[in-house]
Protein backbone atom coordinates (compact mmCIF):
# COMPACT_ATOMS: atom_id res chain seq x y z
CA UNK A 1 0.00 0.00 0.00
CA UNK A 2 1.37 3.27 -1.20
CA UNK A 3 1.96 6.10 1.60
CA UNK A 4 -0.76 8.62 1.23
CA UNK A 5 1.02 12.07 0.57
CA UNK A 6 -0.32 15.53 0.93
CA UNK A 7 -0.74 15.86 -2.78
CA UNK A 8 -2.40 12.64 -3.08
CA UNK A 9 -4.65 13.57 0.10
CA UNK A 10 -6.02 17.14 -1.59
CA UNK A 11 -6.59 15.53 -4.78
CA UNK A 12 -8.61 12.48 -3.42
CA UNK A 13 -10.47 15.61 -1.20
CA UNK A 14 -11.11 17.85 -4.16
CA UNK A 15 -13.13 15.21 -5.64
CA UNK A 16 -14.65 13.95 -2.94
CA UNK A 17 -15.99 17.54 -2.79
CA UNK A 18 -16.88 18.13 -6.28
CA UNK A 19 -18.88 15.28 -6.35
CA UNK A 20 -20.66 16.34 -2.96
CA UNK A 21 -21.18 19.51 -4.64
CA UNK A 22 -22.02 18.67 -8.31
CA UNK A 23 -24.88 15.70 -7.41
CA UNK A 24 -25.55 16.48 -3.82
CA UNK A 25 -24.09 12.98 -2.29
CA UNK A 26 -22.99 13.92 1.25
CA UNK A 27 -19.20 13.44 1.78
CA UNK A 28 -20.00 10.19 4.34
CA UNK A 29 -21.33 8.21 1.22
CA UNK A 30 -17.75 8.38 -0.66
CA UNK A 31 -16.17 6.69 2.40
CA UNK A 32 -16.63 3.91 0.30
CA UNK A 33 -17.92 0.54 1.78
CA UNK A 34 -17.38 -2.58 0.46
CA UNK A 35 -21.28 -3.25 -0.41
CA UNK A 36 -23.29 -4.51 -2.86
CA UNK A 37 -26.17 -2.16 -3.11
CA UNK A 38 -26.45 -1.05 -6.29
CA UNK A 39 -26.70 2.39 -6.04
CA UNK A 40 -22.97 2.24 -3.55
CA UNK A 41 -22.01 -0.37 -6.30
CA UNK A 42 -22.62 2.58 -9.15
CA UNK A 43 -21.31 5.18 -6.80
CA UNK A 44 -18.24 3.31 -6.43
CA UNK A 45 -17.51 2.61 -10.00
CA UNK A 46 -17.92 6.18 -10.84
CA UNK A 47 -15.93 7.10 -8.27
CA UNK A 48 -13.19 4.25 -9.36
CA UNK A 49 -13.32 5.77 -12.59
CA UNK A 50 -13.12 9.96 -11.89
CA UNK A 51 -9.93 9.10 -10.00
CA UNK A 52 -8.51 6.86 -13.04
CA UNK A 53 -9.34 9.63 -15.70
CA UNK A 54 -8.42 13.13 -13.24
CA UNK A 55 -5.35 11.71 -11.59
CA UNK A 56 -2.02 10.44 -11.88
CA UNK A 57 -2.60 7.92 -8.77
CA UNK A 58 -1.82 4.22 -9.72
CA UNK A 59 -4.37 1.55 -10.23
CA UNK A 60 -3.28 -0.10 -7.38
CA UNK A 61 -3.61 3.01 -5.36
CA UNK A 62 -7.20 3.68 -6.32
CA UNK A 63 -7.88 -0.14 -5.62
CA UNK A 64 -6.53 0.54 -2.04
CA UNK A 65 -8.65 3.65 -1.41
CA UNK A 66 -12.09 2.13 -3.22
CA UNK A 67 -11.64 -1.05 -1.24
CA UNK A 68 -10.49 -3.35 -3.98
CA UNK A 69 -8.48 -6.05 -3.69
CA UNK A 70 -6.81 -6.07 -6.87
CA UNK A 71 -5.29 -3.08 -9.44
CA UNK A 72 -7.58 -4.83 -12.17
CA UNK A 73 -10.56 -4.74 -10.72
CA UNK A 74 -9.97 -0.30 -11.60
CA UNK A 75 -9.10 -1.68 -14.76
CA UNK A 76 -12.76 -3.17 -15.49
CA UNK A 77 -14.17 -0.49 -13.71
CA UNK A 78 -12.75 1.96 -15.73
CA UNK A 79 -13.42 -0.25 -18.86
CA UNK A 80 -17.39 -0.52 -17.68
CA UNK A 81 -18.07 2.94 -16.77
CA UNK A 82 -16.47 4.15 -20.26
CA UNK A 83 -19.23 1.96 -22.28
CA UNK A 84 -21.97 3.59 -19.93
CA UNK A 85 -20.96 6.81 -20.95
CA UNK A 86 -22.34 5.73 -24.51
CA UNK A 87 -25.70 4.12 -23.59
CA UNK A 88 -26.50 5.47 -19.81
CA UNK A 89 -27.68 8.89 -19.26
CA UNK A 90 -27.25 8.24 -15.34
CA UNK A 91 -23.89 7.58 -15.62
CA UNK A 92 -23.21 10.58 -18.07
CA UNK A 93 -25.05 12.91 -16.18
CA UNK A 94 -23.24 12.44 -12.79
CA UNK A 95 -20.00 12.34 -15.09
CA UNK A 96 -20.52 15.44 -16.37
CA UNK A 97 -22.12 17.49 -13.73
CA UNK A 98 -18.75 16.22 -11.58
CA UNK A 99 -16.43 17.30 -14.55
CA UNK A 100 -17.96 20.95 -14.37
CA UNK A 101 -17.63 21.32 -10.52
CA UNK A 102 -14.36 19.87 -10.75
CA UNK A 103 -12.57 22.41 -13.10
CA UNK A 104 -14.60 25.39 -11.63
CA UNK A 105 -12.83 24.16 -8.54
CA UNK A 106 -9.08 23.83 -10.12
CA UNK A 107 -9.05 27.11 -12.58
Known amino acids: MLIETKQNKETKENIISALEEAIG ?17 EIRQIYCFLLRTNTDFTTQYIADIIGYKHHS ?35
Request: glycine share 0%; proline share 2%.
Open 25 to 41: VPREYWEIKRSKETTEL
Open 73 to 107: SVLRTTEAIEEALITNEKVKKIVNEFKKEYEQRNS
